[in-house]
């Protein structure tokens, strides 16, 4: 059984905006989708990186909570001035401006989207080779979790990998992902919260798998909550399942087929 990190999904007010948005950064709206109950469209690098899917729910309440998971979404860039300005451009409010960090060999700014999702972009010197060459792409997403090795260890059982650990003033942090295919997911620990973490805005990530019946059974190995048994889709060639991670995180897994 292989296991890889799909895309993240998280609900925006206005799904035409946030296209426009993303799309200004550099990066490309390569699908769009309407289901019974959102409107929905993924934006990424057609040269890789990780994937963002966008939903724009259809009985959306009046107000909107970005909650407490969902951290921050990393773009990753060769020329971090120019995405800030068009970010600005576009409307963004602005937490930093491009700096130069003394700790890694990185310049880093941080934007707030239309709905006010926190977006680091980030211009690392230099990028591995095997980074995309042409415009902006996604790195990893980061959620919020009350216990990070509890976490780790759920995201292993599903087949993924920690490929990186790291400590900074405020969070403990982890990586996990399969290197090399799919996107990353970044686990954060807070050290001086004790508020509990909230799903507000954040609707699910995806993890894809060649065997949907083996993972769902891993996951409820591990402890995690059934929330759909793995069911065929009429629609498309995938068959899928739902659990609940650690901290409640919706998680689709997702088989797809060629017949």
């Not at 934007?111 to 990893?140: A, F, I, K, M, T």
């Not at 509990?196 to 699910?204: C, D, F, L, N, Y």
């Not at 402890?223 to 759909?228: D, E, N, Q, R, T």
Request: net charge negative; glycine share 6%.
């Amino acid at each position: 059984m292989e296991s890889w990190l799909g895309q993240y999904c998280i609900n925006v007010t206005d799904l035409e905006r946030s296209v426009a948005f993303y799309t200004s950064l550099g990066l490309t709206c390569t699908s769009r989708t309407e289901i019974e109950q959102a409107s929905e469209a993924i934006v990424e690098s057609p040269e890789g990186g990780s994937k963002l899917q966008l939903a724009q729910q259809k009985e959306q309440a009046e107000s909107f909570d970005l909650g407490t998971a969902f951290w921050k979404l990393y773009v990753n860039t060769r020329d971090v001035a120019t995405v800030f300005e068009r970010a600005v451009a576009q409307g963004a409010s602005v937490d930093t401006a491009p700096a130069r960090l003394d700790r890694w060999p990185v310049t880093v700014g941080f934007v707030r989207d239309p709905d006010g999702y926190l977006v680091e972009l980030v211009e690392r010197d230099p990028w591995p080779r095997d980074c995309p060459n042409d415009g902006p792409w996604l790195g990893q997403y980061c959620i919020n979790v009350s216990d990070i090795e509890r976490s780790i260890a759920f995201f292993e059982a599903l087949g993924l990998t920690c490929t990186s650990q790291t400590e900074i003033e405020h969070a403990h942090e982890a990586i996990v992902e399969n290197p090399g295919t799919g996107s990353k997911l970044q686990l954060a620990q807070q050290l001086h919260s004790d508020e509990p973490v909230r799903m507000g805005s954040m609707w699910k990530l995806y993890v894809n798998t060649d065997d949907c019946v083996a993972l769902h059974a891993a996951a409820l190995g591990v402890g995690a909550k059934s929330v759909l048994e793995p069911i065929r889709l009429d629609r498309w060639p995938t068959t899928v399942s739902f659990v609940s991670a650690p901290d409640d995180y919706l998680v689709e897994l997702v088989q797809r087929h060629t017949d």
